[in-house]
């Protein structure tokens, strides 16, 4: 079953200007599912997963290039990054656009590749898991979210409810298609096999990590210190390994699509400002299958329910953005005196604040922090609580509580 995306009406317009069309993601997002979706019937189709086209790939690009002729779509293209030079020759031969597509997961390998050799010849789009309007059918109503009161008014009137139990239970099984959309999938065979095929896959192969255990524990870590202050002396300290390797680790984890870090929002007008950026994981099954809870129920009372409820949170919201190919103008607030905001969204220079917090009565204490804003030299705009109330009531004259259901 395939079920719309609200990049696709992005990505035909970019697929009409380049030559060169790229999607990337983690594993098992769809990105194959929604070229081929999206593809006219005269594109032919090559994986690279094939042992014996992957061979010919390395072995002979020209070759292979001469056997599969655009317009073309190429799956897994990281696995053979020689043949974007020859891609590009193909693109400056010809005036066309939408000779190529490709889909990727991203790797150091494939976007250093595509940054030397199609530089300005590839339109380049990332695809997350579903949102909660994809998975309710409402993918053309995903737009970038600002907390202005029409816009919350809006979505409020689109979005429907969304209760406690149901919540979690979003939370619980994550945004991957596979697990998303068929309930009769066992939620726990799913994962573990998605992490072997990822330590197997993406991480061996490619990454060169040796020690396949305590990348995975790494990881485990990672999931366990979602929408916390980044510490890699802390994580290379639990995962038994050294800094350095913590730090490549990391860089492995978010160029392959699994982790997203948060950075502060930092002016040189204040120094008491704290530069370590936030790390969450972009997929929440994910992330409450590696910290082991065992139901939607365990998750929601549990000492995490707070941290995941806020990761699912700035994952919506970048989907609002990444899927409508726009950058996510995203950062956080905290100082030395540790007074922090979860959330300001950067847009025409006005700042605005959000804070996440797993209540149904937000308070006036909840965004006592947004006054520290005044500081940083711009103007502040209409901001809120992102909480789990059914409807949108004022806290302040700028301030206002938001229903998770108006993501």
């Known amino acids: 079953m395939y079920l719309p995306r ?27 599912t929604f070229l081929r979706h999206l593809s006219e019937p005269e594109r032919a189709y090559v994986s690279l997963d094939d042992p014996l086209v992957l061979d010919l790939a390395r072995r002979d690009p020209v070759l292979f290039l001469q056997r599969f002729r655009p317009p073309l779509l190429i799956d897994e293209i990281q696995y053979a990054p020689a043949l974007l ?11 066309q656009p939408g000779l190529f597509w490709l889909t990727g997961s991203q790797q150091f ?28 059918g409402r993918s053309s109503e995903s737009r970038p979210f600002v907390p202005t009161p029409n816009e919350i008014a809006e979505r409020e009137h689109t979005g429907g409810t969304l209760g406690l139990k149901e919540l979690y239970s979003l939370i619980w099984r994550g945004s991957l298609p596979a697990i998303a959309l068929n309930p009769e999938v066992d939620r726990d065979l799913f994962y573990a096999s998605y992490i072997q095929t990822y330590l197997q896959r993406d991480v061996r192969d490619l990454a060169r990590v040796g020690d396949e255990m305590a990348f995975l524990r790494f990881l485990r870590i990672a999931a366990a210190r979602t929408g916390q202050l980044l510490n890699l002396s ?16 990391l860089s492995i984890l978010q160029a392959s699509g699994v982790v997203y870090l948060l950075e502060p929002y930092h002016t040189n007008l204040t120094k008491r400002l704290v530069k370590t950026p936030k790390l969450y994981l972009l997929d ?21 329910s707070g941290a995941i409820l806020e990761t699912w949170v700035i994952s919506e919201l970048l989907k609002g953005y990444l899927h409508n190919g726009k950058h996510a103008p995203f950062y956080y607030y905290r100082d030395k005196d540790k007074r922090e905001i979860d959330l300001l969204i950067l847009r025409n220079g006005v700042i605005h604040p959000l804070e996440i917090k797993k209540t149904a009565s937000p308070r006036i204490a909840d965004i006592r922090v947004f006054g520290a804003l005044e500081k940083l030299g711009l103007p502040v705009g209409p ?25």
Not at 113 to 134: D, T
Not at 234 to 249: C, H, L, P, S, Y
Request: with cysteine; net charge negative.
């Open 234 to 249: 802390e994580f290379a300290r639990d995962a038994d390994i050294a800094v350095n390797t913590a730090k490549t680790w």
């Open 284 to 304: 929440t099954g994910l992330c409450a299958y590696l910290t082991e809870w065992s139901s939607p129920e365990t998750l929601e009372a549990g000492a995490m």
């Open 383 to 407: 901001g809120g609580v992102i909480c789990l109330a059914q409807q949108s009531l004022p806290l302040t004259e700028l301030a206002v509580s938001i229903a998770v259901s108006a993501l």
């Open 6 to 32: 609200t990049l696709e009406t992005f990505a035909k317009s970019a697929a009409g200007q380049f030559p060169v069309l790229l999607i990337t993601g983690a594993r098992q997002v769809g990105k194959t």
């Open 85 to 95: 030079p020859y891609i590009k020759m193909e693109a400056d031969a010809s005036t």
């Open 109 to 136: 390998h494939l976007m250093k590749g595509v940054s030397e050799s199609l530089a300005g010849r590839v339109a380049i789009l990332q695809l997350l898991g579903f949102s909660r309007r994809e998975l309710t």
